[in-house]
């Protein structure tokens, strides 16, 4: 296995080599506006350095979100692209499962909570048993309406960073952003033991901003 991950749904533009056992390289640059500039040259960078062509790639994953829809479709559509060009499998995994994967590397146990930036005042968030178990679904929701849900456990991820007062304690040492490192090293496991991933389609969460506007005329020629 040669497994090429990446991601775009967080600030951070970062890409991994994965052989199944260990990591090769990775890169992860954090500029939440550069996502499509950064992502191809990450992705020559990685294989440069551990000496591998695109063409060598067997796997690929990629991390489906949530995240803001600008950043995240980079991400998926640069996957997407590569895996119908070396006709791959193309695996998605929930960008939470990576950071809270890599908290666990980090030496987080126990349950916590993961949260990343959402924009608009909001976080994307979810609550884990331990590094490799999520107990919720993916949620978007106003740190200040989550009282109970999070209450007591330790938080993790750039939204816990943003909105102490909504979120417990952040150990030291803990992840902010997404590492594509951590990310295909939990694809590798999960696809060692014969599970299958999410597909290649974006958890969102969020209706788009451009909508049709609401009592909108149409107007058909006579």
Sequence with gaps: MLLLALDTATPAVTVALHDGTDVLAESRQVDARRHGELLLPAVDKVLAEAGAVLAQVTDLVVGVGPGPYTGLRVGLVT????????????????????????????????????????????????????????????????PADLGERVAGLPAVGAGALLYPDAFGAVPAGMPEHQSAGALAALAAEKLARGEE??????????????????????????
């Design 79 to 142: 996957a997407a692209t590569f895996g119908a060009a070396l006709d791959i499998p193309v695996h998605g995994l929930c960008t939470l499962d990576g950071i809270a994967y890599a908290a666990g590397r980090a030496g987080l146990t126990g349950p916590f909570v993961v949260a990343t930036d959402a924009r608009r005042k909001e976080v994307y968030w979810a609550r884990y048993d331990d590094a490799r178990t999520r107990v919720t679904e993916p949620a978007v929701d106003r």
């Design 197 to 222: 991933l999410l597909p290649n389609r974006p958890l969102y969460l969020r209706r788009p901003d451009a909508q049709v506007p609401a009592n909108y005329k149409v107007v058909t020629p006579r």
